[in-house]
């Protein structure tokens, strides 16, 4: 059974850089039929995609947040990981990793899901 | 810029029927997908491709779409189906949305 697990520190200082990781079980990262997505949700709000990554390394981010975004592989620890720079109080949020089932602009869905982690931005 | 929308929030009865919609002006040619969010959870993917449940999701939960609208239908709610629900689509660049969210309450 595929599992993601985030890790990483839960509170980062205002204008630095966020930075998680996501580990996957029971599965290979380098299959050939996934990317690897994040999404993230701010406390009582809903849910915003932020970008996947192919195994190969090729990446798409959301618009709104490409300018901060960075998405990398390591397929040798089976990991992916995000970093998100210049953060803000607006960055607090739960972030998810999970699967993200691509097939171009056919379909586009994530699953399963790791359990979440809350990053706080504050000084 | 293109949004999904969603009722905030949907009432129902334990037994009745529930029906959450979304709504988006891509849906025509953009499959949806919903997820199921209890308090303190990850979100749980309860329907892919407009209408697809993925193993393990009870046959209580279908989904349907008609034109730029998609309906999440959960038949004979119990009470562990109250949740937030979520849509989900992609816009014409195929870059992944969701919508705004529905709390689903069982009366």
């Known amino acids: 059974q595929l599992q993601l697990q985030e890790s990483g520190p839960g509170l980062v200082k205002p204008s630095e850089t966020l930075s998680l990781t996501c580990t996957v079980s029971?599965?290979?990262?380098?299959?050939?039929?996934?990317?690897w997505g994040w999404i993230r949700q701010p406390p009582g709000k809903g849910l915003e995609w932020i970008g996947s990554i192919y195994y190969s390394g090729s990446t798409y981010y959301n618009p709104s947040l490409k300018s901060r975004v960075t998405i990398s592989v390591d397929t040798s620890k089976n990991q992916f990981s995000l970093k998100l720079s210049s953060v803000t109080a607006a960055d607090t949020a739960v972030y998810y990793c999970?699967?993200?089932?691509?097939?171009?602009?056919?379909?586009?869905?994530?699953?399963?899901w790791g359990q979440g982690t809350l990053v706080t931005v504050s000084s | 810029s293109y949004e999904l929308t969603q009722p905030p929030s949907v009432s129902v009865s334990p037994g009745q029927t529930a029906r959450i919609t979304c709504s988006g002006d891509?849906?025509?040619?953009?499959?949806a997908y919903w997820y199921q969010q209890k308090p303190g959870q990850a979100p749980v993917l309860v329907i892919y491709?407009?209408?697809e449940r993925p193993s393990g999701i009870p046959e209580r939960f279908s989904g349907s779409s008609s034109g730029t609208t998609v309906t999440l239908t959960i038949s004979g709610v119990q009470a562990e189906d109250e949740a937030d629900y979520y849509c989900?689509?992609?816009?014409?660049?195929?870059?992944?949305?969701f919508g705004g969210g529905t709390k689903l309450t069982v009366l």
């Open positions: 491709k407009d209408s």
């Open positions: 999970a699967r993200h089932v691509h097939g171009g602009d056919q379909y586009n869905w994530f699953d399963p």
């Open positions: 989900q689509s992609a816009d014409s660049s195929g870059t992944p949305l």
């Open positions: 029971g599965g290979s990262i380098s299959s050939s039929s996934y990317y």
């Open positions: 891509a849906l025509p040619k953009q499959y």
